[in-house]
């Protein structure tokens, strides 16, 4: 009622409304779910309500972007039981997001991303309708906000279609290696690094067609320096740094899936070269980074054969032995666990 008063607009009152709606669904204790779910129908009314051309721009688009937000929490908190409502949210937010106004877009998309992972496998019946609108969000270069929440999207598609990314990763990974091209935010590059691996995770060996590629851009990436003199630059290298090996390592196990192991050879000088300048650049080394080189060794170890004389002389390299030993020294229990278990993978 009071985001529809006519001062509603005034001293950010709807805004306001909405803001404590959320806080409401968010924190409310488990015997208001049923209040919860019978408030679903009502805010997709509203947000029906916001297509009709003589309603005011600007507070159909406040509609639209808070609707959107609100509608994240209630189907977080609904979980499984917003099942019999998702044909009509998915249907109202492919609107919304043909609209291409980027604040709603951003929201609209966080929403879809909520229901994808309340569906897990299901969501893939409403792909056919919902891919374009993914794609545009990818090629958003202008507007990061929107980029990442599309990022973001391709992830929880990742986790919940499983394989099944299959019938849409050459569309994707073809447009994010597109975007990368552009001036996009540093916030993005990571992300799009991540979504690879990802993508990679999912796919297993029927990923090795988009190995070449994808290892092209991880080589370039890890030649990446920045400014040490802003903290923003600093943490994003450390991010950068740390999905390229997270990347890495899933692109290892993709070819140990597919026994075609030796592909992998090519590709080694250039990564050892880079866990090297890692390793050194001590001013950066977080036991996260530790953590990611440890398990890329780790994977070397486990895919190339046990004979193999290219192995042995890579792993016993001074530099793996002196990476493992620090990491076994860490603080984090993480970091020591997986250098503990790198090691006897080498020693195998």
Same mark, same amino acid.
């Given at each position: ?269 250039? #990564? ?17 980074? #530790? ?5 890329? #060794? ?51």
């Amino acid at each position: 009622v009071v985001t529809k008063r006519d001062d509603a607009s005034e001293n950010n009152l709807r805004i306001t409304a909405f803001e404590a709606m959320n806080s409401i669904i968010e924190c409310g204790a488990q015997d208001t779910l049923k209040s919860i779910d019978n408030l679903v129908p009502f805010y997709l009314d509203l947000l029906e309500d916001t297509f009709n051309p003589e309603m005011d721009a600007k507070a159909s688009s406040e509609f639209q972007t808070y609707i959107c937000s609100i509608l994240q929490s209630v189907i977080m908190r609904l979980d499984e039981n917003i099942s019999g409502y998702v044909d009509r949210m998915m249907d109202i937010l492919i609107r919304l997001l043909q609209s291409k106004q980027s604040v709603v877009f951003e929201e609209a998309l966080g929403a879809v991303g909520c229901i994808c992972d309340v569906l897990g496998d299901s969501f893939f019946q409403y792909m056919d309708s919902f891919k374009l609108c993914l794609y545009e969000g990818l090629r958003c270069h202008d507007a990061s906000y929107v980029l990442l929440s599309a990022l973001s999207v391709v992830n929880d598609l990742c986790r919940s279609l499983g394989s099944d990314i299959r019938h849409f990763s050459d569309d994707i990974i073809g447009i994010l290696m597109e975007t990368l091209q552009h001036d996009v935010s540093k916030k993005v590059r990571p992300l799009i690094l991540s979504c690879f691996g990802d993508i990679a995770n999912s796919l297993m060996e029927d990923f090795t067609p988009y190995v070449p590629d994808v290892m092209r851009i991880l080589e370039f990436a890890s030649t990446t320096d920045v400014s040490r003199e802003e903290e923003e630059d600093i943490e994003y290298l450390i991010l950068l740094r740390e999905n390229i090996l997270t990347t890495y390592g899933v692109i290892i196990q993709c070819f140990r899936e597919s026994n075609e192991r030796n592909q992998l050879y090519p590709y080694l000088e250039k #990564l050892f070269g880079f866990i090297g300048n890692v390793f050194n650049d001590r001013d950066l080394l977080t036991s996260s980074i #530790l953590h990611g080189i440890c398990g890329v #060794l780790g994977d070397i170890g486990l895919i190339l054969a046990k004979n193999n004389k290219e192995l042995i002389d890579i792993l016993n390299r001074k530099i793996v032995q002196d990476i493992i030993g620090e990491a076994k020294q860490s603080q984090s229990e993480k970091t020591e666990q997986i250098a503990n278990w790198t090691e006897k993978v080498i020693r195998r």
